[in-house]
Nanobody, 126 residues
Framework: EVQLVESGGGLVQPGGSLRLSCTASGLQFGFGGYAIAWFRQTPGKEREGVAFINSGGSDTYYTDSVKGRFTISRDNAEKKVFMSMDSLAPEDSSMYFC?????????????????WGKGTQVTVSS
């Protein structure tokens, strides 16, 4: 059974930083064989692709609103993917999910991922 567990969310003031982690287990081809993405979703809105990293960690992509502020990385030995978030703003408040099992195509398409975690909440507020 594939399990993805996100952690690191919390309450932070505007301008602050957080580092999210996603730990994976049960992947058929091993953690290093999969691209991984972070998505976020707020109530009433569609789930939005935030960042993507390929299996080897050499290629990363970001949605425009987080470029220069968020950094996705991975440690294949630890079977973890991270997302460092700096200069956080209230509009970054959301539930953040990691997703694995990318089927190819547009990385922001939620329908192209087989496995999802349950999310970790990020709230940016003073």
């Amino acid at each position: 059974e594939v399990q993805l567990v996100e952690s690191g969310g919390g309450l932070v003031q505007p301008g602050g930083s957080l580092r999210l982690s996603c730990t994976a287990s049960g992947l058929q081809f091993g953690f290093g064989g999969y691209a991984i993405a972070w998505f976020r979703q707020t109530p009433g809105k569609e789930r939005e692709g935030v960042a993507f990293i390929n299996s080897g960690g050499s290629d990363t992509y970001y949605t425009d609103s987080v470029k220069g502020r968020f950094t996705i990385s991975r440690d294949n030995a630890e079977k973890k993917v991270f997302m460092s978030m700096d200069s956080l703003a209230p509009e970054d408040s959301s539930m953040y999910f990691c997703a694995v099992g990318f089927l190819g195509g547009a990385w922001k398409d939620t329908g192209l991922y087989r496995y999802w975690g349950k999310g970790t909440q990020v709230t940016v507020s003073s």
